[in-house]
Every structure is written in C-alpha cells, then in structure tokens.
Nanobody
C-alpha cells in the first residue's frame, strides 16, 4: 500500500497550490479519502474528507478556501488550496484505509 502526496511548496499569502495523492495497493474507488495537516509544534488535524460518492466535508478553518476532489481513474485525491494564509503552513498528509502517506510541506510566507 502506498499513498504518495505531492504538490507542496512555498507560496505567498493569498496564493494557491494543488496537492495530489496517488494511491496504490488498495481499491481506491471504494475508499473514502482524507487530507490532514500538522503544523510545527501542533497535533495533526483534519482538513478535508471525500466519500466514495463524492460527498465532502471540511474543517471550519479552511471552509470556502480549499476543495477536495478525487479521480478514480487515476487513483488520485486532490486538495485545491486557494487564498492561502500563513497559518496554513504545515505538512499535509493524505489518508485512506487507515494508512498514511508521506506528507508534503506547504509553507505560506512572504
């Protein structure tokens, strides 16, 4: 089982990034998927969820700015992040079937 997140980087406040997480080793199309993040010195926290039918749920802190989506043909879940703020700085992780991928660093700074 592998979950490989990518797409992080350094961006200015107000900017955008799109994270991707490619999955292998389990049947992606029947697996609910999650994004979490962990900021320095803080606990890992929930960011977004997408069900197998496309129902989504978001943390209040990113509501209206981030969008989770999935492409079952590509075994990939995405996190489109707009209007980024310095407090969004964290390592972002994808999760599925109770497995965690390696994180991707997102840094929002001027």
């Amino acid at each position: 089982v592998q979950l490989q997140a990518s797409g992080g980087g350094l961006v200015q406040p107000g900017g955008s990034l799109r994270l991707s997480c490619v999955v292998s080793g389990f049947t992606f199309s029947i697996t609910p998927m999650y994004w979490y993040r962990q900021a320095p010195g803080k606990q890992r926290e929930f960011v977004a969820f997408i069900s197998i039918s496309g129902i989504v749920n978001y943390a209040d802190s990113i509501q209206g700015r981030f969008t989770i989506s999935r492409d079952n043909d590509k075994n990939t879940v995405y996190l489109q992040m707009n209007s980024l703020k310095p407090e969004d700085t964290a390592v972002y992780y994808c999760k599925g079937q109770n497995r965690w991928g390696r994180g991707t660093q997102v840094t929002v700074s001027s």
